[in-house]
């Protein structure tokens, strides 16, 4: 890695993936390319000791880096003087990366103060984390997915000071800590807000019509896992929300009823998607798609596939709006590390075939030599 850095000193982007290089190569990068703008990391072997481990960054980059994406790293509070030192840094990505992040994200706030958005999965966080967050006001992406510790409490200080915010997504795993308080927070302040995804969240037609009423501009929305948005919900949806153009209910109690509301509401709606709702039925979405035939009505059962409606723009869950992943764009280079990834799983797979063939041939050859020595 020191001398792929010494020689690539313009590097832009730079994705890494089960590589076993550490902190030495990393830093090796970091100090000698000055234009790099954009680096993502995901289960980097080459650190084991976070206590002792040598800070990573933030080098010539931290300049010029924009994007840092962080995946399934034991270690990754390392890079938090990379992060940390990364003063023009506007995107911070963490997926399923162990340890208590709030300390570093409260440190993260101060020293860099552009940030614009933030992508939180499976991470140990909680309103700690979150009121630090609510310190960058140039935030407008937000992503909480499966952070069971952030609450009402976090959610409204985000709201309350990042009024830039333009989409939300919250996946809160079915923990009922975030629900319409949080949300008429959200309501209160962000009015530029245009897309909102909720997963495993129970809103009601309380938060769901103050979001229609205070966020003119919502165009894109999805609901899912959501055990209290039922008819009335979706009517009320149906009635305040004029400037929707995209609609997807998964896994909710609504039904035929509800979905009538459509014919005469949201007048801007262009696409509507109805997945494992099981009181919607065919007969409902054809009459739909006869009333209102400049619609495009999708009704999916479903009944085999797993139930995680998940948005999350950082794995591979379906995008419940199928929208084009804006916050998931860490580069082509992301990419190239998944495909490799993929390319070992596969060879993983054959090597396991290949293993499998030599026990059964050892197992035959044993015990035809047991049967000839007792003959």
């Known amino acids: 890695m020191a001398a792929f850095a010494k020689t690539c000193k313009n590097l832009k982007k730079l994705s890494c993936g089960s590589c076993t290089f550490g902190a030495l190569g990393m830093n090796a990068v970091l100090d000698n390319c000055s234009a790099l703008e954009e680096l993502s990391v995901k289960r980097l072997r080459g650190i084991t000791d976070v206590a002792n481990g040598e800070p990573i960054g933030p080098g010539v980059a931290g300049s010029s880096l924009k994007t840092i994406c962080l995946k399934e790293l034991y270690n990754g509070q390392c890079f938090g003087p990379l992060i940390i030192g990364s003063t023009n840094l506007r995107t911070l990505k963490l997926f399923r990366c162990s340890g208590d992040w709030d300390k570093l994200l409260k440190s993260i706030a101060e020293g860099v103060t552009g940030m614009v958005e933030i992508h939180l999965e499976r991470v140990q966080v909680s309103d700690v984390g979150l009121a630090a967050i609510s310190n960058s006001l140039s935030l407008e992406i937000l992503h909480l997915v499966k952070t069971p510790e952030c609450t009402n409490i976090g959610l409204a200080a985000v709201a309350n000071r990042c009024k830039l915010l333009r989409k939300l997504h919250i996946d809160g795993w079915k923990a009922n800590r975030i629900d319409d308080q949080g949300l008429m927070a959200v309501a209160k302040y962000c009015s530029n807000l245009q897309e909102l995804v909720l997963i495993g969240v129970n809103p009601t037609h309380l938060s769901l019509e103050m979001l229609a009423t205070n966020c003119q501009n919502l165009e894109r929305l999805a609901l899912c896992g959501s055990e209290t948005v039922g008819d009335t919900e979706l009517s009320c949806i149906a009635a305040k929300c004029m400037a929707l153009k995209k609609l997807c209910i998964k896994s909710c109690p609504v039904s035929d009823h509800g979905m009538g509301a459509l014919v005469e509401g949201c007048p801007n709606l262009v696409k509507v998607k109805v997945k494992k709702c099981r009181a919607v039925t065919c007969e409902g979405a054809e009459w739909l ?19 995680d409606a998940s948005a999350s723009d950082g794995g591979p869950q379906e995008s419940a709006l199928e929208l084009p ?15 490799s990834n993929g390319r070992s799983t596969s060879f993983k797979a054959r090597l396991g075939l290949f293993a499998g063939r030599n026990i059964v041939a050892y197992t035959l050859r044993k015990l035809s030599s047991n049967s000839g020595s007792r003959s």
Not at 289 to 307: H, I, Q
Not at 325 to 339: C, E, K
């Open 325 to 339: 992943h804006v916050a998931n764009q860490i580069g082509n280079a992301a990419s190239i590390a998944s495909s």
């Open 289 to 307: 798609r006869a009333k209102r035939e400049s619609l495009a009505v999708n009704l999916d059962t479903g009944e085999t596939e797993p139930v």
